[in-house]
DNA sequence: ACCCGTCCGATGCCTGCCTT
DNA sequence: AAGGCAGGCATCGGACGGGT
């Protein structure tokens, strides 16, 4: 479910769907509205003799209830707390709206240093690029107004090191992250009593401030599958050793999501003239070795992203 | 001269609301 | 149910301007 790729008046028309089981929301725009829920599942139908309205079938309300209504109430809730228009001429993406929840966590240490508006898009609108909110006024709009500010500063501030946690009260392991996506879920992270701790940007010094009673806990790392992110883990793992802790590779659950190296915003590539891309050998299983060999190979990378924390976990 | 990225207005899609 | 209007927003395409 993770590439419905809904924007918020398609989520909106979906519960409609399921409240007055009929909607004249125009909606077969998504391709899995139109060829999943119409054309396979036929959940959903138009009504017969007019094309401008769409009916639910049987059965879209049992599947609405388990895929769908607890997601879209969750996202309403928010928007309505956060004084937030939750019209659907808001053209917000669903990741968008994920997004403005962990900016809304994560309110403090962002406000704390706030970075200029290219970087704040890039790093938290991650594969989406740094001109994202540029052009898209409502949603810098909606950004704007979680953080209390009338606009982002020109000039980077001195130290952009953010900090980003997501704790629970007794964590059996610990998790670093190169990428905040696992961050955006953090209620499934506590669920599982996971900590999770953001080292994106380079920034292993975060390491330094996480406590060694923490660091005595078992430890993984949750990163994407290119040259990048692997040789991120081979300094943190150093890093570690030298403080006599250790940490793990977290291996993709599944190897379906691979995407092509030179796929957009996508910037780090394999070195082919070095074995292993250059990385250090000792620092992968065995398993691992032979998905980064076959990843070289094929020239392809995993997005950190498309992994269920949960299941690498399992 | 050519290739870009950027700016900006025109255009059009969709929703929401009001009227018929 | 259907039509009209306005608001929000994305997208397109032409003009512009800088770099090579």
Same mark, same amino acid.
């Given at each position: 479910m993770n590439n419905r790729k809904l924007t918020w008046r398609h989520l909106k028309a979906l519960h409609q769907l399921y409240i007055s089981r009929r909607t004249e929301a125009k909606?077969? #725009?998504?391709a899995y509205i139109k060829n999943?829920?119409?054309?396979?599942?036929?959940?959903i139908k138009y009504k017969s003799g007019n094309v401008k309205i769409l009916e639910a079938n049987t059965g879209f309300a049992v599947f609405y209830k388990q895929y769908f209504e607890a997601d879209y109430l969750r996202y309403e809730t928010f928007l309505q707390e956060q004084n937030?228009?939750? #019209? !659907?001429?808001?053209?917000?993406t669903e990741d968008d709206i994920q997004t403005l929840m962990f900016i809304v966590e994560q309110k403090k240490e962002l406000v704390q240093s706030l970075s200029t508006l290219r970087t704040f898009s890039s790093e938290l609108f %991650?594969?989406?690029?740094? %001109?994202y909110l540029e052009n898209k006024p409502g949603l810098k709009d909606a950004v704007c107004k979680i953080l209390g500010i009338v606009d982002f500063p020109e000039k980077e501030p001195k130290n952009l090191q953010w900090r980003f946690v997501v704790d629970c009260?007794?964590?059996?392991v610990v998790v670093l992250c190169e990428n905040i996506a696992h961050l955006k879920n953090p209620w499934k992270a506590r669920e599982h009593n996971i900590e999770l701790w953001y080292v994106g940007g380079? *920034?292993?010094?975060?390491? #330094?401030?996480?406590s060694p009673e923490k660091l005595s806990k078992p430890l993984y790392y949750s990163c994407d599958w290119d040259y990048h992110g692997l040789a991120i883990y081979s300094r943190i793992k150093e890093k570690l050793r030298l403080k006599s802790f250790d940490i793990e590779l977290l291996l993709p659950d599944?190897?379906? !999501?691979t995407l092509p190296?030179?796929?957009?915003?996508h910037k780090s590539e394999w #070195?082919? *003239?070095? /074995?292993?891309?250059?990385? *250090?050998? /000792?620092?992968?299983s065995d398993e691992a070795l032979q998905l980064i060999n076959q990843l070289i190979k094929e020239n392809k990378w995993i997005e950190e992203?498309?992994?269920d924390l949960i299941r690498m976990l399992g």
């Open positions: 909606i077969t #725009d998504n999943v829920l119409m054309g396979q599942k036929k959940l937030l228009e939750s #019209d !659907a001429r808001r053209r917000y %991650k594969g989406q690029g740094s %001109k009260p007794s964590p059996k380079n *920034n292993i010094g975060i390491i #330094d401030y996480i599944t190897h379906e !999501a190296v030179n796929s957009p915003h #070195d082919f *003239n070095k /074995e292993l891309s250059g990385l *250090n050998r /000792e620092h992968f992203e498309s992994l």
